[in-house]
Antibody, heavy 119, light 106 residues
Framework: QLQMQESGPGLVMPSATLSLTCSVTGGSISHRDYYWGWVRQPPGKTLEWVGS???????HYNPSLMSRVAISADTSKNQFSLKLSSVAASDTAVYFC???????????WGQGTPVVVSS | DIQMTQSPSSLPASVGDRITITCRASQSIGHFLNWYQQKPGKAPKLLIY???RLHRGVPSRFTGSGSGTDFTLTISGLQPEDFATYYC????????FGGGTKVDVK
């Protein structure tokens, strides 16, 4: 059974780069049916897709974040990572990683990791 | 980009009720519509995918329907564990989520 776990700093300085990693267990990120995605949720607000990656490195990003986002995958570690540059207070959110089945639906999800952008 | 509008945003209900949540897309998305349940402090859980397919392990009291621009999620016989926030999500061509519907105790 696939399980996802996010890790990374909970506090990031304004204008810095947010870096998070998602570790996948119970299956390989090289699974051909899956993309691997990041979704965030600001406090009290709805969900926002950040982007997704296929094991071969093919990426899809939210157009509104595309200029600041980079998602990469490390098949040797069975992990994928998110980098979001030039962060501001509006990037404060809980960040979830999730399997993105066929670029259609998200399942399973990690538990989420809160990130606060503040000096 | 495609906007997803959910209604209502809040839905007071009682155990045993049959409730319906609506999601409308700003343009046709075929059947590329999924529904999720989220409880406070937890990750969302997939309930329904491609408009009407029940995800494994999800009780049959949850049903999804619709195509094109109008979709519904129905819970028949609301259970105590169903009080939560529900989100729709489209994936054609880019992913966007609805604003959410909070189902709480009447």
């Amino acid at each position: 059974q696939l399980q996802m776990q996010e890790s990374g700093p909970g506090l990031v300085m304004p204008s810095a780069t947010l870096s998070l990693t998602c570790s996948v267990t119970g299956g390989s990120i090289s699974h051909r049916d899956y993309y691997w995605g990041w979704v965030r949720q600001p406090p009290g607000k709805t969900l926002e897709w950040v982007g997704s990656i296929y094991y071969n490195g093919s990426t899809h990003y939210n157009p509104s974040l595309m200029s600041r986002v980079a998602i990469s995958a490390d098949t040797s570690k069975n992990q994928f990572s998110l980098k979001l540059s030039s962060v501001a207070a509006s990037d404060t959110a809980v960040y979830f990683c999730a399997g993105h089945l066929g670029l259609v639906a998200f399942d399973p999800w990690g538990q989420g990791t809160p990130v606060v952008v503040s000096s | 980009d495609i906007q997803m509008t959910q209604s209502p945003s809040s839905l007071p209900a009682s155990v045993g009720d049959r409730i319906t949540i609506t999601c409308r897309a700003s343009q046709s998305i075929g059947h590329f519509l999924n529904w999720y349940q989220q409880k406070p402090g937890k990750a969302p859980k997939l309930l329904i995918y491609v408009a009407s397919r029940l995800h494994r392990g999800v009780p049959s009291r949850f049903t999804g329907s619709g195509s094109g621009t109008d979709f519904t999620l129905t819970i028949s016989g609301l259970q105590p564990e169903d009080f939560a926030t529900y989100y729709c999500q489209q994936s054609y061509p880019e992913v966007t989520f609805g604003g959410g519907t909070k189902v709480d105790v009447k």
